[in-house]
């Protein structure tokens, strides 16, 4: 889904290189109905999506965000934190991991659980990948998990194994856990040992997330 | 109002409807606490009125009598037609007159008892913090409590107090910790920050206490220190109701 609105980024990005426009907000606007479109597909998951773009990129806006959030009832709105360098409130996304690793590595990244202060404000993990066209970054494409829904969908999963499990992200963070010995958020470090001896730990494939199943 | 007897009187005040006058009082005092906390930027726009209304949970009628005071003290400004719509005009600095008004209204029992609020809700969000922080968020907080220290108007300093209270409760992981914080502020944040009786000094001891404090707090968090953490910020919290009880008897010395 996130590499569907990268691509289609990219794509707009060259079209309109290539007839001689120059790039603003309102060319980004075709993307809405890619974003609308995954919203409405995974509404349990996701909720939110869409592209973040690459500092001066575009002419009318130094940063800016063509992206939609299903957190309110109704239809998506567009989630527009404050740009402004000056103000103490700056939502400097140039700072913010899902931006930056994406950027920086080849491979997708998944950050969080966080507070999303200033944006979402939301407890979530944010999913995202870069949008390039040839070797130019032009930003993240991405889509934002609100823990409530992860939590729900991970216990369906996590129901089969028949034993306690947590799911931690590579900070040792607890996303979901079917045990009260964990909560979602708190950080499992060193100081936790004898609770993590208690559990095997496995990767999950293309995603830095393990979990850990109570032996 | 006649009741029948003093029980009925009783449920009025508990579940009757909010009087219009407080309800518009709260509204003004939302958005300017808003536009003073630099949530809302200078030439923003605001929601429409209707959508503003719905959001808020208000009538439009009494929407539209809150703006009108807003437009009153010149912090909004509407424009008609088709690029129309009401807009933030924020002042450079805070509004010490409206400020200082607000707190004269109150008593020194209302700002002890938020205070005591206050304490409850930063102790706890330091505590949190303080075992749930992430390496890169206590720095972040290390940051703001330098923004803090290096700010030179109430304006500046109460944007970056504010700042880092938030910014507090989410390191400790809390949608409701970070909501409720960010509400005290708007309410009663501006406050603490304001100069009064040309008392200068004080604003400056109290700014450069509070900026220790929050250095401190920061650094307790940092080092995984939830116990540390609580207690520091219990004492900012402390630190501040004082500065307000403080500044709220100087204002009513004032009165002829």
Redesign the interface.
Known sequence: MIARFATEYAEIVAGARHVGDPLRRATLAPLRSAIAAALADEPRLVTGAGVVVCPDLLGDAPLWLEWWTTSAPGPPQPLRPNLDPASVWFYDYTEAEWFTAPRDTAQRSLVGPYVDIGGTNDYMLTLTMAARLGTEFLGVAGADIAIDSLELVVRQHTRRLGAHAILVNTEGRVIASSTGQAHPGALLSASRAPLLERHSASACPGLPLTLLVAR | MPFASPADAVRVAVFGPLGNQARVDAIAGRLRGAIAL??I?NGEQLPSEDRLATSLGVSPVSLREALVRLRADGLVQTRRGNRGGTFVLAPADLVTDRLEHDLNAMTAYQLRDLGDLRGALSGTAARRAA????A?AAARLDALAG?LAGARTAS?RY??A??FC??V??AA???RL??LELELQITIGAMAWLTVNGAGRDAKTFHAEMSEGYRQLATAVGSGDPAGARDRAERNAERTTDRLVELHYRLLDRLP
């Open positions: 630099g949530l930027g075992e749930r922080c992430s890169k923004s500046e944007r970056a504010g700042r938030v910014e409760a989410a992981q809390s949608v970070a909501q």
